[in-house]
């Protein structure tokens, strides 16, 4: 949505376009039937309707005419330049998202790092990775920072740096199975969607062009084929000390592959105006090269 909604109507249509003609995804699953993709557009509008309101409810605003204001003021931050990322693990995404935010000077987002830190609060407290309705409580109230210091970024819940432990495996299987939940993603959208009006701000995930960001002035979606994203995974579990089999990676992946890509609710799927990067054959200095050519024709 490259322009401003005049309403909510107009931001229904624009966003339900996006999500009726999903490019090719390479290896991942089928592409949907006209009638998934019907159901899916209804399922995400639903979504929006719930954040929208929620927003509305938390400004005080009245719904009548809140969402649509809502939805422009969003799109219309002036000095917001949003560059979303998204694609499936392994792609690079973090890597070169990171490296784009450090050459522009941009905040980046990692919204993979809020659904880890959600199925580990989970965890804590005892909540079922398939409770939902639980689950959406704990993510709209959980206390979730972004802290850069060292060099590094860090994230904490509840005063806890939990930045090394949500990289296990076991969180990231909960992570992916969290993320399923509307409620989840509603109860971590606004946050975003504030971190993303601050300023200049490089995000990275599933759902930042389609979803969360559907007026980024820059969206990408990377990729490569699954071997190489899992031989990559299992390098970097290697190097941080917690080798894992290159067999149990792949069948891993493809496993999130599958459910994040036909999940109900903002599955992962490239936004219609992303251009698609192939990184098997690139440097990550590449990609950002290349990534932030094109945020600065675009102004950014
Ligand atoms: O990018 P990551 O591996 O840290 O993401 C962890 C899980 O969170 C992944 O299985 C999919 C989910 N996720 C999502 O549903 N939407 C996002 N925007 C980011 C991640």
């Known amino acids: 949505m490259d322009g401003n909604s005049a309403d909510a109507g107009d931001y229904r249509a624009q966003v339900g376009s996006r999500f009726r003609n999903p490019p090719s995804l390479g290896r991942l699953p089928r592409p949907r039937t006209p009638n998934e993709a ?20 938390r400004l005080s605003w ?81 206390d979730i920072r972004f802290d850069n210091r060292d060099g590094a970024s860090h994230i904490v819940v509840d005063g806890e740096d ?10 990231s299987e909960g992570a992916s199975q969290v993320s399923a939940f509307a409620e989840v993603r509603a109860g971590l ?22 979803v969360v960001f559907p007026d980024a002035r820059a969206k990408f979606f990377l990729t490569a084929p699954i071997e190489e994203r899992a031989r990559r995974r299992t390098l970097e579990l290697a190097a941080s000390g917690r080798p894992q089999n290159f067999d149990v990676v792949l069948a891993e992946m493809q496993l999130r592959d599958q ?42």
């Not at 975003?192 to 601050?198: K, N, P």
């Open 189 to 210: 959208l606004a946050l975003q969607r504030r971190i993303g009006a601050s300023g200049r701000v490089v995000a990275e995930g599933r759902d930042m062009g389609t």
């Open 259 to 300: 459910r994040d890509s036909t999940r109900a609710i903002a599955p992962l799927r490239r936004a219609e105006n992303a251009i698609e990067i192939d990184t098997a054959d690139l440097s990550p200095d590449e990609v950002v090269a290349r990534m932030a050519t094109i945020v600065r024709e675009r102004g950014g």
């Open 162 to 171: 939990v930045s090394e432990e949500i990289r296990r495996p076991e969180i």
């Open 62 to 142: 009245p719904l009548s005419g809140g969402a649509a204001s809502l939805a422009r003021l969003m799109s219309t931050q002036a000095d917001s330049f949003v560059v979303a990322i998204d694609g499936p693990a392994g792609a690079g995404k973090s890597t070169a998202a990171r490296g784009l935010a450090r050459r522009l000077g941009y905040t980046f987002l990692d919204s993979g790092a809020l659904y880890r830190a959600g199925a580990w609060a989970a965890r804590r407290r005892d909540i079922a990775w398939s409770d939902g309705r639980a689950l959406g409580q704990l993510t709209y109230n959980l």
């Open 38 to 57: 019907e159901d899916e557009d209804q399922r995400n509008w639903n979504l929006h309707n719930i954040i929208l309101s929620d927003c509305c409810r």
